[in-house]
Each structure stands twice: as structure tokens, then as C-alpha cells.
């Protein structure tokens, strides 16, 4: 007998799987999930589908659209941090919003809960979240930023990207961050801090979205102080320091609940 779980519910909990074992069979998503082998594999076929992950015989993989460098390693995660994050960040946009996503692996997250509202107009440097949106079949329209292309986390980087986000000006630009600090925001990439910053300028309203362990961490390259970004979404509230240095740049704190499941 199926289980009464909604289709997908189901899916996003085998993604969720996938994201932590970065490799998982079929007979072990049919024992977890309780549902029969032959409701598992049309499952992948839908995800593979929308590469949401790789369907290989037997099982899935984290999507080769993905690289296998470290981009890849960080997907495997923090996974429910993030997936609670994308939940409770998506919760904040209406159809007819219009917003700039750069790449990381929460957005990338962020994109999957995205995709399932509607009419929206998404403009990033991520092939996979482009992928993603264009894929939903929920009206939505999907830009993607050309430029000098990175495969690990299947971005494009660089002037030619940076010049083509100022002919957008869009209501929201939705980010995440290498860290979080009283100082403001930073990343350890360059050119990625570089397309942050570039989104930043060219949008109305700036969500992070930054799980807790980018909390107190200081990186190299400065992307914006706190007082540039409207709104920080995280699992987890940050400590008394940083807490109040929030309040002060006007901040609203969103906590998103991770669920044990």
C-alpha cells in the first residue's frame, strides 16, 4: 500500500536524501520512504528531469550540473539548514516579483521552493537555478546572465556578467554570503563577492539568506555593511553581538524552523 504523502512532499524529501548521502539506491529511498521501487524510479525520472539530481541504475546522485569540485561537497551540507532556509525565504515573494539570485548552494535550494510559486521574473548567474525556474512550468520568466563560465558551481563570473546585471533593475536581489559580521557582509570569492555587489546596487529590497555557521566569520573581500540589506533569513538567530549590530542597521531577522524529519 502507497503512503498517503503528497508527490511532492515525497520528491522533496528523496532530493533532501540525496543532498545528505550525496548517493542513495532505490531500495534504500523505497525503505525510507515506504513506497514501492517502481513509485521511487518514476520519482528520479521526474527529478532527473528537472535536475534536481542524477539518476544512475540503481539510484541517484547529487546533478553532474553541479561540478565536482567543492561546490559540490558543500551541497551534501547543512542540508535541512538550507532547505528551511529556502522554505521560509520563498514565503516572502508574490507573483510579479522580480528578483536577482546569485549562486550558492542555499539559493540553489532557495530556487527549488521558488520555482513552485508563479509568474515570477528571476535573473542569476546560476545555471542551475535558471534551469530550475525555467523548468517549473509555473510562468515565470528566467534570465541568464552570460560571462566567463566556472563549472564548479556552473556560474558565470566576471566583467561581461557584472556589466549585463546594471540593464536590470529589479525589486529584490536575493544572496548569500561567505560571511556575517558587525562589519557588514563578506565572501572568499572575488568575482563572486563581485556579482553580489553589482545585484546589490541594482535591486530595491536585499535578502540574505546565510545559514548560522556564517555567523562571526570574517572573509576577505567586503561585499556591502549591514545597513545596504533589508533582510537576513537564517535557521538560527546569531549571538547578542551581532544580534544587536543587526537591530541597529535596521535588519529584520527572519528564523526560519528546521524540521527533525
Known amino acids: 500500500m502507497e503512503s498517503s504523502v503528497r508527490p511532492e512532499d515525497r520528491r522533496e524529501r528523496i532530493v533532501d536524501l540525496v543532498r545528505a548521502r550525496r548517493s542513495v539506491s532505490v531500495d534504500e529511498l523505497a525503505e525510507s520512504l515506504d513506497i514501492s521501487r517502481e513509485t ?3 520519482d528520479l525520472t521526474e527529478l532527473a528531469g528537472r535536475r534536481l539530481l542524477r539518476k544512475v541504475h540503481g539510484g541517484a546522485t547529487l546533478p553532474e550540473l553541479q561540478g565536482e569540485g567543492a561546490f559540490a561537497v558543500r ?3 547543512r542540508a535541512a539548514e538550507k532547505r528551511a532556509i529556502a522554505r521560509r525565504a520563498a514565503e516572502l515573494f508574490s507573483p510579479g516579483d522580480t528578483l536577482f539570485v546569485d549562486t550558492g548552494t542555499t539559493t540553489l535550494a532557495f530556487a527549488e521552493e521558488l520555482a513552485r510559486r508563479h509568474e515570477l521574473t528571476v535573473i542569476t548567474n546560476s545555471l542551475g537555478i535558471a534551469q530550475i525556474m525555467g523548468r517549473a512550468g509555473n510562468g515565470h520568466a528566467v534570465y541568464l546572465l552570460g560571462g566567463a563560465f ?12 557584472v556589466d549585463q546585471i546594471g540593464t536590470f533593475h529589479a525589486a529584490h536581489a536575493v544572496l548569500t554570503v561567505g560571511a556575517v559580521n558587525e562589519t557588514g557582509l563578506q565572501d572568499f570569492n572575488l568575482e563572486e563577492a563581485q556579482i553580489a555587489r553589482a545585484m546589490l546596487r541594482q535591486a530595491r529590497v ?3 539568506l546565510a545559514d548560522d555557521s556564517k555567523f562571526e566569520q ?11 540589506i533589508n533582510r537576513l533569513v537564517s535557521n538560527a538567530a546569531p549571538g547578542a553581538e551581532l ?12 528564523v526560519a524552523e528546521v524540521s527533525d524529519d
Not at 218 to 228: S, V
Open 40 to 42: 521511487i524510479r518514476r
Open 75 to 77: 551541497m551534501g551540507e
Open 150 to 161: 566556472s563549472e564548479d558551481a556552473s556560474e558565470t563570473l566576471g566583467s561581461l556578467a
Open 206 to 208: 536585499v535578502t540574505v
Open 218 to 228: 570574517h572573509a576577505l573581500f567586503p561585499i556591502a555593511p549591514l545597513g545596504k
Open 243 to 254: 544580534s544587536a549590530s543587526l537591530r541597529e542597521a535596521g535588519v529584520e531577522m527572519i
